[in-house]
C-alpha cells in the first residue's frame, strides 16, 4: 500500500505540475501575442508620424516653388510696365 500511495502521489503531483506549466506556458504565448500587436500599433504610428511629416515638408516645398514662380513672374510684369510707359511717353 505505502508503494501505491508513493505512485499515486507521485502521479499527482506531475499533474498538478504539468497543469501549472500549461498554464504558465499559456501566460507567456498570451504576452507573446500582446508584445506582437503592441509591435503593430508601434510600427503603425510611426508610420503615421512620418507621413504626417513628410506632408508638412511636402507643403513647405510647395509653398516656396509658389514664392519662387512668383518672383519669377514678377520682375517680367514690372518690365512690362516700364515698357509700356516708355512707349507711350
Do not use: C, F, W
Not at 35 to 49: E, F, P, Y
Amino acid at each position: 500500500m505505502l508503494v501505491e500511495n508513493s505512485v499515486v502521489k507521485e502521479g499527482e503531483r506531475r499533474t498538478t505540475h504539468n497543469v501549472i506549466e500549461k498554464r504558465y506556458r499559456s501566460s507567456i504565448n498570451d504576452k507573446i501575442v500582446e508584445l506582437r500587436d503592441l509591435s503593430d500599433v508601434s510600427s503603425s504610428l510611426k508610420a503615421i508620424d512620418y507621413i504626417k511629416y513628410l506632408q508638412q515638408v511636402n507643403h513647405k516645398l510647395r509653398q516656396e516653388n509658389l514664392r519662387a514662380v512668383q518672383t519669377l513672374i514678377q520682375p517680367q510684369s514690372d518690365s512690362e510696365v516700364n515698357v509700356s510707359k516708355n512707349d507711350s511717353g
